[in-house]
């Protein structure tokens, strides 16, 4: 079945950077675009990047464009989200998603404080 496993967070103070990363499994990995979210509470769940299949570039929404990069690594079935510049407003749960799916992981916390 379709397993996706989110790692890397944690607290860091404004100004430092946190990497997360996404392993994927039960499903061809490749063939997939995939995506970062995050929420905080009582807030909808925003998509923060997009990662599409075979080599394009990145998008991302305007409150990150320029600190944070996405990237995909598919011998690894990994995708990977570099995080810098981290400011409170960040703080939230990050999630990675399959496209055109309900498949999502459990969710990485990332707090920003300090």
């Not at 979210?37 to 990047?49: D, F, G, H, I, N």
């Not at 570099?82 to 990485?108: F, K």
């Amino acid at each position: 079945q379709v397993q996706l496993v989110e790692s890397g967070g944690g607290s860091v103070q404004p100004g430092g950077s946190l990497r997360l990363s996404c392993v994927a499994s039960g499903f061809t990995f490749n063939r997939y675009p995939m995506g970062w979210y995050r929420q905080v509470p009582e807030k909808e769940r925003e998509m923060v990047a997009w990662i599409p299949t075979g080599g394009s570039s990145s998008d991302y929404a305007d409150p990150v464009k320029g600190r944070f990069s996405a990237s995909r690594d598919d011998d690894s079935n990994t995708i990977f989200l570099q995080m810098n510049n981290l400011q409170p407003e960040d703080t939230a749960v990050y999630y990675c998603r399959r496209s055109n799916s309900n498949y999502w992981g459990q969710g990485t916390q990332v707090t920003v404080s300090s």
